[in-house]
């Protein structure tokens, strides 16, 4: 098993920033990708940004593109999103996952394993 563990939550402003982080142990040899999603009140869980920790390219969903970053560090087995420019539509729950399989990382079914989640609001 693979544990998730997230953190970096708040309460932002809209036009400022967040960084979040999330830190896998347990069975990580296993993991081959790590992503972020999010799930805002009445909406279904959308995909936020893939890492392959094979150095292919990074995935962003269209919301997201050149505002937030994916990175992170695999001997840690850490990945990091930093969220710049926030709107009050970015309020969401924002979940860590992450993949033994390295195709479709956009789709939330690729991912086995899944943080619990933190609150990220954005207010006008």
């Known amino acids: 098993q693979v544990q998730l563990d997230e953190s970096g939550g708040g309460l932002v402003q809209a036009g400022g920033s967040l960084r979040l982080s999330c830190a896998a142990s347990?069975?990580?040899?296993?993991?081959?990708?790590m992503g972020w999603f999010r799930q805002a009140p009445g909406q279904d869980r959308e995909f936020v940004a893939a890492?392959?920790?094979?150095?292919?390219?990074?995935s962003y969903g269209d919301s997201v593109k050149g505002r937030f970053t994916i990175s992170g560090d695999n001997a840690k087995n850490t990945v990091y999103l930093q969220m710049n420019t926030l709107k009050p539509e970015d309020t969401a729950v924002y979940y860590c996952?992450?993949?033994?399989?390295?195709?479709?990382?956009?789709?939330?079914?690729?991912?086995?394993?899944w943080g619990q989640g933190t609150q990220v609001t954005v207010s006008s």
């Open positions: 996952a992450a993949s033994r399989n390295p195709v479709g990382l956009t789709s939330r079914v690729t991912f086995a394993y």
């Open positions: 347990g069975r990580t040899f296993s993991i081959v990708a």
């Open positions: 890492l392959p920790w094979s150095g292919a390219a990074l």
